[in-house]
């Protein structure tokens, strides 16, 4: 790669996290992303960020991409594979988004600026799920994104994505169709193979919401693991034990992080939308005491709950003046008696209390 190219692919400049949060704004209230294990993640250092594919590939991704921007300001570039860029339109959107083909040019190009990036080793392979295939890591023997992160000493953050294989149900997966009399008859033809191939990346036809294909509203959880470094490897890139042990300890680490959020999963009672959109309400109705009374007690806001003006100064009592004191005196005083009635003296009005102290809270 001449350096002119390394520049294209390291020079870019995301988009605003406001804009991302406004597009995926439908999106994020349909699957309600949770998240654990971002205190792993330090903004100062480059990191290559290796995860699970789920079904499709690309229902999870932008908002775990999403969250970790705007909570952590790490914007994570991906390496996608190359038929991303051969739909146009397609294409276009994961230029903007930032992603490259998934190149070993691309990714030393990355490494070399200090980007932080993001891989799935299984690929497109493990994007077209066949049945009973959920969760499951399909690497083969793959150790590409261990060499690049050993030959650039870059520390590893295995992540774990769980609530996407759940949103769909597959019908007819590639092993049905290169198995079909069809498949089959094209295949003595010649056509097969030019046409599906081995069926790799035959994408399932599944059912979603009702009979369509819009996925259902389950929640995504999302963890990162404890940082894997691979400086102490430093000249070891080719050396193919070295590249499997960090291999295989990535793995290891997803593979527990998906069994540890499938747990999470499963004893959410939030995971439905309607019952984490009551969930949601419900929260707010019991914080509202807690943060009404720490208002009028001009307390500061719990973390998190926003910035917090200074209690408004109480206005200055103004010294009573001799009217106001003659009627003070008056009120105080019994009534006077007349020989023929009671005259009761007037009281002076209520003097107006002065305003409680006022404070803002944001939510």
């Known amino acids: 790669m001449t350096r002119s190219n390394k520049s294209t692919v390291a020079e870019y400049t995301p988009p605003a996290a406001k804009?991302?949060?406004?597009?995926?704004?439908?999106?994020?209230?349909?699957?309600?992303?949770?998240?654990?294990?971002?205190?792993?993640?330090?903004?100062?250092?480059?990191?290559?960020f290796v995860g699970n594919h789920t079904i499709y590939g690309m229902l999870d991704v932008p908002l775990l991409g999403y969250e970790v921007y705007q909570r952590k300001?790490?914007?994570?570039?991906?390496?996608?594979?190359?038929?991303?860029?051969?739909?146009?339109?397609w294409r276009d959107i994961f230029k903007w988004i930032g992603s490259v083909v998934g190149t070993r040019e691309n990714c030393s190009a990355l490494m070399d600026s200090g980007a932080h990036i993001m891989v799935f080793p299984g690929g497109s392979r493990e994007v077209a799920k066949r049945k009973g295939?959920?969760?499951?890591?399909?690497?083969?023997?793959?150790?590409?994104?261990?060499?690049?992160a050993v030959e650039h000493g870059y520390r590893i953050i295995p992540f774990a994505a769980v609530?996407?294989?759940?949103?769909?149900?597959?019908?007819?997966?590639?092993?049905?169709v290169m198995g079909s009399r069809l498949v089959k008859?094209?295949?003595t033809t010649g056509l097969g193979s030019k046409l599906i191939g081995d069926g790799e990346q035959l994408f399932p036809l599944s059912r979603g919401l009702g009979l369509s294909m819009v996925p259902r509203p389950e929640r995504?959880?999302?963890?990162?693991?404890?940082?894997?470094?691979?400086?102490?490897?430093?000249?070891?890139?080719?050396?193919?034990?070295?590249?499997?042990?960090?291999?295989?300890?990535?793995?290891e680490s997803i593979e527990a992080q998906l069994i540890a959020l499938r747990k999470v999963q499963?004893?959410?009672?939030?995971?439905?939308?309607?019952?984490?959109?009551?969930?949601?309400?419900?929260?707010?109705?019991?914080?509202?005491?807690?943060?009404?009374?720490?208002?009028?007690?001009?307390?500061?806001?719990a973390p998190g709950a926003g910035p917090v003006r200074e209690p408004a100064k109480p206005r200055r009592k103004r010294p009573a003046t001799a009217a106001r004191k003659t009627a003070a005196k008056a009120a105080a005083s019994p009534p006077v008696k007349t020989g023929a009635t009671t005259l009761?003296?007037?009281?002076?009005?209520?003097?107006?209390?002065?305003?409680?102290?006022?404070?803002?809270?944001?939510?």
């Not at 609530?163 to 049905?176: F, K, Q, R, T």
């Not at 959109?277 to 943060?291: E, H, K, M, N, Y």
């Not at 009761?344 to 939510?363: D, G, V």
Request: net charge positive; hydrophobic share 40%; with cysteine.
């Open 185 to 187: 008859w094209l295949k």
């Open 133 to 148: 295939e959920a969760y499951q890591l399909i690497w083969k023997d793959r150790t590409g994104f261990a060499r690049m």
């Open 19 to 48: 804009t991302m949060g406004r597009l995926l704004a439908v999106h994020r209230l349909w699957h309600r992303p949770w998240m654990t294990g971002l205190e792993n993640i330090d903004p100062k250092r480059p990191t290559l």
């Open 266 to 301: 499963s004893k959410d009672p939030q995971r439905g939308l309607i019952a984490g959109l009551i969930g949601g309400v419900q929260s707010l109705l019991t914080r509202a005491p807690a943060v009404a009374s720490r208002a009028a007690n001009g307390e500061t806001a």
């Open 344 to 363: 009761l003296t007037r009281k002076p009005a209520s003097p107006i209390p002065s305003p409680a102290p006022k404070t803002s809270m944001t939510a």
């Open 73 to 89: 300001g790490v914007y994570i570039r991906g390496l996608a594979d190359r038929m991303h860029y051969k739909i146009p339109v």
């Open 220 to 251: 995504f959880y999302y963890s990162f693991g404890e940082p894997i470094e691979t400086a102490k490897h430093k000249g070891e890139s080719d050396d193919p034990a070295v590249l499997t042990e960090v291999r295989d300890a990535v793995k």
């Open 163 to 176: 609530g996407a294989e759940e949103c769909y149900d597959i019908l007819i997966d590639s092993n049905d």
